[in-house]
């Protein structure tokens, strides 16, 4: 099974500034056959589901704000928030839909500094 | 708009079963492969199981395999997970998810004598 494994675990962000958080696959997610990295991003606040922000790997899903991108390579991804906003306080999760187990990474929870 | 609603969760003791069920409308369910996704309080979201968009491949990750079955039913527009033999750490929120982007809020299972 492909391990995701997230860097770091807490991070704490000032307002108006730029957050970084690390995704590692344990093994390649890119498709030969579409050259599609099959990577997503969720965002979770308390008490809600988690909400998707981004799929193969830097496509923002709509209604998600120009200030989320993604990117990355075949095993190594980031997510990054380009000016930190109040409301993206919350846990944020990749996800690996490549193989037909699919697999989470543990979670990063972003503060505010 | 898509609508993911779960239910059947509950309180069960060691050694029990459950059935959840996962209704979806507003989409074309029979055309997107769904999931079970779950989260203990307080720890980060852990994928479950999984099954095709004609219910003829299914998958599961290894903590449950065995005693977890996923089925579907798409003339009900509805995802099923039997869970048996249930154990203290199979205690969770379970989500049902449709081709990553569609969540439901949600049903707890609460496995305690």
């Known amino acids: 099974d492909i391990v995701m494994t997230q860097s770091p675990d807490s991070l704490a962000v000032s307002l108006g500034e730029r957050a970084t958080i690390n995704c590692k696959s344990s093994?390649?997610?890119?498709?030969?056959?579409?050259?599609?990295?099959?990577l997503a991003w969720f965002q979770q606040k308390p008490g809600q589901p988690p909400k998707l922000l981004i799929y193969?790997?830097?496509i923002r899903e709509s209604g998600v704000p120009d200030r989320f991108s993604g990117s990355g390579s075949e095993t190594d991804f980031t997510l990054t928030i380009s000016s930190l906003q109040a409301e993206d306080v919350a846990v944020y999760y990749c996800?690996?839909?490549?193989?037909?187990?699919?697999?989470f990474g543990q979670g990063t929870k972003l503060e505010i500094k | 708009e898509v609508q993911v609603v779960e239910s059947g969760g509950g309180l069960v003791q060691p050694g029990g079963s459950l059935r959840l069920s996962c209704a979806a409308s507003?989409?074309?369910?029979?055309?997107?492969?769904m999931s079970w996704v779950r989260q203990a309080p307080g720890k980060g979201l852990e994928w479950v199981s999984g099954?095709?968009?004609?219910?003829?491949?299914?998958y599961y990750a290894d903590f449950v395999k065995g005693r977890f079955t996923i089925s579907r039913d798409n003339f009900k527009n509805t995802l099923y997970l039997q869970m048996n033999s249930l154990r203290a750490e199979d205690t969770a929120l379970y989500y049902c998810?449709?081709?990553?982007?569609?969540w439901g809020q949600g049903t707890l299972v609460t496995v305690s004598s």
């Open positions: 998810e449709s081709a990553i982007r569609h």
């Open positions: 507003g989409l074309t369910f029979s055309s997107y492969a």
């Open positions: 099954i095709s968009e004609n219910g003829g491949s299914t």
């Open positions: 093994q390649s997610v890119l498709s030969s056959s579409n050259n599609q990295k099959y």
């Open positions: 193969w790997a830097s």
């Open positions: 996800q690996q839909y490549y193989s037909s187990v699919y697999s």
